[in-house]
């Protein structure tokens, strides 16, 4: 297999869509190779079943324009980081080759996504280490960024991804969740305020695009600081 350029995971199989789905799709419309992890199938779920939710997955990733969409099969609303996880996950980092992996938020009200994120960054750097898993090649990716989607409580985004071009791809994609989604007014980390789950997400990602002054956008967090080459072309204005 070919390195992905971007390689995203998450808990469930709609968190990637609810999270950076504009983000993955813009960077395959920039040329960028993308993949999914979703480390359970979403047996858990209320609705639907997890081969329901596998067919609507695969329907999802073409849309966000991912070359490759895998599930690790970790027990849904049961994930835990232990040596034994990280070691599974690091594999399949490794056969993705990744240089940024971008993972749940660090602040979740679902266990699943608090735990999904510490597992996704000790992976990462376990991948890294020659003695897990010896018979497969070390990988470690380079960076690692955090959804911030729907959390105010994670402070600033370190930066916002302009998706307007991407906006109705990603809700096209959150879409393919028909057999759970639809009529619902909450989702993952997407807090209930009364108006239909398509229109909460609508209105975050325009939230979040107003902050870099565009129509729609995505927020990420990461912990090291962002580094500046030239001043004189940042962008967002002030005034
Ligand atoms: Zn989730």
Redesign the pocket.
């Known amino acids: 297999m070919q390195p992905v350029d971007i390689l995203a995971i998450?808990?469930?199989?709609?968190?990637v869509e609810?999270t950076c789905g504009g983000t993955m799709r813009r960077a395959a419309d920039q040329g960028r190779r993308t993949a999914i992890i979703d480390l359970t199938q979403?047996e858990m779920g209320t609705r639907g079943s997890a081969a329901l939710r596998g067919a609507e997955a695969s329907q999802a990733a073409v849309i966000l324009g991912a070359e490759a969409r895998e599930t690790l099969g970790l027990p849904d609303a049961g994930i835990v980081n232990t040596p034994e996880t990280r070691e599974l996950l690091a594999r399949a980092i490794r056969r993705f080759r990744p240089r940024v992996v971008i993972a749940?938020a660090q602040q979740?009200r679902?266990p699943?996504?608090r735990v999904?994120s510490e597992l996704v960054r000790d992976a990462c750097f376990v991948a890294g280490l020659g003695k897990v898993a010896p018979d497969v090649p070390v990988h470690r990716p380079v960076k690692v960024l955090y959804c911030l989607a729907y959390r105010e409580d994670g402070g600033k985004p370190t930066f916002v991804v302009d998706i307007s071009d991407q906006f109705e791809r990603k809700l096209e994609a959150i879409r393919c969740y028909a057999s759970q989604f639809d009529g619902l007014t909450q989702?993952?980390?997407v807090y209930p305020n009364g108006e239909p789950l398509y229109d909460i997400v609508r209105h975050q990602a325009a939230h979040y695009g107003s902050l870099i002054r565009s129509r729609y956008g995505e927020p990420f967090f990461t912990t090291e600081t962002m580094r500046v080459d030239d001043v004189a072309a940042l962008e967002v204005s002030t005034f």
Not at 10 to 15: G, V
């Open positions: 998450a808990a469930h199989r709609d968190d609810l979403g749940p979740s679902h699943d996504h999904a989702a993952g980390e």
